[in-house]
């Protein structure tokens, strides 16, 4: 079956890193999406991973290993508006998006 | 990132009567589109996929008679919710692709069947 798994919520300070994790079976795999999602909004992309290593996007990276089934999207010099839930979503071999319920992110001051 | 325009935003409307919510890419031809409803605090889920000029293919327990989707051009498909009941009430979203590049939303669609 397919399987994404990312920690339900996270807490961190306004300044600071997080790192959030996300491990994924899916069924064939062509790249890992990051998506942001305020609440009450639609997603807005953040990243796009198809090879092994690290993408770095200003604040925002992304990381992935193919052969772990692991993925993780790193967030630097946090923001207040930066809280919102983090989706981690994997392709399939037939192009479809597999969602997870994503991480609730929220930033303290 | 390339647009994708989503309307209405919010929609109220009574049982019983329909719905069609568009989304239009504007800046690039979208071969495939997808349809996910989302409730509060959940997942986003799929309930169809369609391209261009194909019926649409629905994920299994979405009513295709219910739930009619349109894909006729490269920059616009509808959904439109057939008489519409309560617990049709959903956060709507539609998003877009140019062959296998990344997906992108539309703004969502609150819909409430009063």
């Known amino acids: 079956g397919q399987n994404i798994d990312q920690p339900t919520e996270m807490t961190a300070t306004e300044g600071a890193i997080v790192q959030i994790n996300c491990t994924y079976q899916?069924?064939?795999?062509?790249?890992l999406f990051w998506y942001q999602q305020h609440a009450g909004e639609a997603p807005t992309f953040l990243s796009y991973?198809?090879l092994d290593g690290l993408e770095e996007k200003g604040r925002f990276s992304s990381f992935l290993s193919r052969s772990k089934g692991y993925s993780y999207l790193l967030l630097k010099e946090l923001q207040m508006k930066d809280s919102a839930s983090y989706l981690c979503a994997p392709m399939d071999s037939n192009y479809q998006l597999i969602w997870g319920a994503g991480t609730k992110l929220i930033i303290k001051p | 990132g390339a647009v994708v325009s989503q309307h209405p935003s919010r929609v109220i409307c009574k049982s019983g009567t329909s719905v069609k919510i568009e989304c239009r890419s504007l800046d690039f031809q979208a071969t495939t589109m997808f349809w996910y409803r989302q409730f509060p605090k959940q997942s986003l889920m799929l309930m169809a996929t369609?391209?261009?000029?194909?019926?649409?293919?629905?994920e299994q327990g979405v009513e295709k008679d219910k739930f009619l989707i349109n894909h006729a051009s490269l920059t616009l498909s509808t959904l439109t919710v057939t008489s519409a009941h309560p617990e049709d009430s959903s956060f709507y979203i539609c998003s877009a692709r140019e062959r296998d590049h990344e997906a992108f939303f539309g703004q969502g669609t609150r819909l409430t069947v009063v």
């Open positions: 899916t069924s064939g795999f062509n790249g």
């Open positions: 991973n198809v």
């Open positions: 369609s391209n261009e000029g194909s019926k649409a293919t629905y």
